[in-house]
């Protein structure tokens, strides 16, 4: 618009302005999808992007140009739109010389900048096109008499709209036959054209067809291919001359016989076709004009018939040369003798009847006709009451000649077997009628056997065993199956089939009978494929016949060993024996065959532990201890047998369950010998020290309890000791001094014995210790430990760690027993009487002795605090 406004009014500078337009070239390969950069227009003007007021850019022709092209208004580039470009479209009737050229118009905006800058756009040719036959099907006609080297064009060369070496290059036969060869030859305008090339004598009665498919190749990388079927017919040449089936016939002519009876048929062939295997019969020129007229012989035919009558004066003997003449060849010669019997009454006339379909002498037969199908009756005429006629049959084949039941010189022919056109297509029979004056007759007739679809097609192999490995490529040939048919024309054409039982992966060409896998196979999916392969003729009805296919899916090493589990946990109790089973790694792997054998190795371990290749199984070398190690993690890895050898990881845990194989280690007191002060001024109830013990082993097997099995000196039942946490504590005012000593039992509640230590527990009742020496010498001084009270289980015998067992006593033991506990009670009583007056004697000497040394210096006090504040601590 601002250019259109600017030649209205500034005519000449606008003008000026287009005069200076520039022109830029960029080039770009065909085909490029949306959004290729293509190039800058402003860095390429080299336009300073700083500039007030900024830059703009349009295309002049936005609708046309914008189908293949985007341009940013703002820095000029230009990209490829939506729409692809086709080199071929966008210029169709361009050639190698003239380059395809894309034009743009694009203006510099505003008016201050205004330019015009051309751009052409050159698209380059890529190989996006194959070469292309103008039909799918090229006929060429080679005569059969054609020179080795003879050379004949195939017109319909192919077509490729790509440039220079895009286009054809060469041409090429997928099969040649032996007999034939492709050559190139390319003319002024650059074009190719194939030449079929012979390079072996044909013969088209050999083989009058080849076909084969022609290839266009193109020079693009990769190549590009394009396809034909080439189907070359040999035309027939007059090479091949008639040749008569016999050179010789001997004919015997009754004097009887009716005129225009045929008395002979002679027959040549020519194996050429058509008009080169046309056969006309005549006479020789040595065959008087008289025999002529008397025997008639049809030049098309080669029939020779009775134009006459024989008469009295007729020669006994004629002999006739028949020719057999073809286009171009000399005439094939056979001698036909004349045999004539002159009678007056006249010899026997065969008259025939005909039942099968007869025309011109020629009766046809079905091939399913069964046997003893009747054909014709025969009469035989012109016999005397007191003549004799035998009649029968001459030629081979499943034909009898018999009487009619009680009719006399009535005769049937029929088969005798069904007829068989794969056997023989046609019969020629004479039948022979012979009087008792020695006359003979004969009749000829001519059986052609029609041809019924009688015959299912015939596979090769019933059982079709394929195999293929698996992870095959899409669309894998797999076999061309070959069946055949003995029937003629399209009753013996067939077709291939699949059953209905074959997998929808499979597909068989029903012309060609090529069998290919339209997917990858899994073998571990699938591993045998079974399916039958139906081949069907073009009869009616059709008849078909089955062959079964077995495909073997063969393995690849392409499955890795599986554990069955992501990890593997193990529990064993600790001491466990060594080489005792642990646990078993179950591992599976897909494949088969070696690539499917695995063997398991520990990856970490190896020196505690050791895996059973073969059945997986996980020992340890030696006991374990869980006290030293709880827990183990192993990697073991499984590798399989296949070529590279495919392998997994599994991560596997020990844990040691605990047995109880530990006694509790008592801490404190650390010794039998370790002692506390305790004042006498102790209330009851106080906490005096604990037992403190522990035991490495867990569970039932470390918890601990603490029971007062002994004692020795202090008064019954002081001290008193929980049982689970090991204090002790004061159960009543403390009245005498001196030492006492508890044996402690610590014990575990272990399964199926618990374990236990003992440790002594010292008090020295006073005030104060004023002489340890003297505390160490009763510490170390032996005497018997007096049972200060039963242990804490005695009495509860279902619920102690301990379990005794009663003995069962029966009424007198109870009886006895009895006696015994009042008599040991009188006794215990006047002991304990005794005892405690010389107890009392005892005391006041012992205190005496017990004062003396505690009578000590200040000084000496501080010290002694000072220690009983250490021991209390501990």
Known sequence: GLCILLLYTSPLSCLANFSKAKELVYKIKEGLPRGTFIGAIGVDLNLDFNAKPPFLFNLAQKKVNEQYVTLNNTTGELYTSATEIDRETLCPDNSEVKACVLSLDVLVLPQQYFQLVKVKIVIEDVNDNRPKFPVDEIILTVPENSPVNARYAVEQSAVDPDLGLHGVQTYWLVNDFGVFTLDVEENDGGELTPFLIVTETLDRETQAEYVTDII????????????????????????????FTETHLNITVHGNTSKGAPI????????????????????????????RSLFHLDSNTGIIK??????????????????????????????????????????????????????????????????LSPIAFYTVKNVGSNQKVDCHLEGSGPFRLSPYQLIKNEYLLETTEALDYETAQEFDLIIVANNSQGLVIKAFLKIQVLDENDNAPVFQQSIVELTIEENNPPNTFLTQFQATDQDSDS????????????????????????????????????????????????????????????????????????????????????????????????????DAGENGWVALSILNGTDIFMIDTGRGILRAKTSLDREQQGTYQLWVEAVDGGEPPLSSVTMVTVLLLDVNDNPPIVLFPQSNLSYM???????????????????????????????????????????????????????????????????????DHGQPEPLYS??????????????????????????????????????????????????????????????????????????????????KKHRKKTKLETEIPLKITHESVHVVNRKIRQISNL
């Open 216 to 243: 266009a190749e193109d020079g693009g990388a990769p190549p590009l291919l394009g396809a034909a079927t080439l189907k070359i017919q040999i035309s027939d040449v007059n090479d091949n001359c008639p040749k």
């Open 264 to 291: 002979a048929r002679l027959h040549a062939y020519d194996p050429d076709l058509g008009a080169n295997a046309q056969i006309s019969y005549a006479y020789s020129e040595r065959v008087p004009r008289e025999t």
């Open 306 to 371: 009775l134009a006459g009558k024989i008469e009295s004066g007729t020669a006994p003997h004629y002999k006739l040369t028949v020719l057999a003449n073809g286009p171009g060849c000399i005439p094939a010669v056979t001698t036909v003798t004349l045999n004539i019997i002159k009678m007056l009454t006249g010899p026997p006339a065969i008259i025939p009847r005909y039942i099968a379909l007869e025309k011109d002498g020629v009766v046809y037969l079905k091939e399913s006709e069964p046997a």
């Open 491 to 590: 009753r013996g054409e067939v077709i291939y089939l699949l059953g209905g039982d074959a997998p929808g992966i499979f597909e068989l060409d029903r012309v060609t009978g090529v069998l290919i896998v339209t997917t990858s196979l899994d073998r571990e999916e699938k591993e045998t494929y079974r399916f039958i392969v139906r081949a069907l003729d073009q009869g009616t009805p059709r008849k078909e016949s089955i062959a079964t296919v077995v495909l073997t899916v063969q393995d690849c090493n392409d499955n890795s060993p599986r554990f069955i589990n992501k990890d593997f946990t193990f529990f064993v109790p600790e001491n466990f024996p060594g080489y005792g089973e642990i646990g078993v790694l179950s591992v599976r792997d897909a």
């Open 677 to 747: 002060l305790v004042l006498p001024s102790t209330l009851p109830g106080t906490s005096i020290t604990e037992v403190y013990a522990v035991d490495k082993d867990t569970g039932m097997n470390a918890v601990i309890a603490y029971s007062i099995i002994k004692r020795k000196g202090g008064e019954p039942g002081s001290f008193a000791i929980d049982a689970q946490t090991g204090n002790i504590t004061l159960k009543r005012e403390l009245s005498n001094r001196g030492l006492c000593s508890l044996l402690v039992k610590v014990s």
């Open 758 to 839: 003992t440790v002594m527990v010292n008090f020295f009742v006073n005030e104060t210790v004023s002489n340890e020496s003297y505390i160490q010498s009763l510490l170390t001084r032996e005497a018997d430990i007096e049972v200060e009270e039963k242990p804490w289980f005695t009495g509860q015998m279902k619920e102690g760690p301990e379990r005794y067992e009663l003995f069962p006593c029966q009424p007198v033991l109870i009886a006895l027993s009895a006696t015994c506990l009042g008599l040991f009670l009188l006794v215990v009583m006047l002991t304990s009487y005794i005892c405690c007056k010389r107890l």
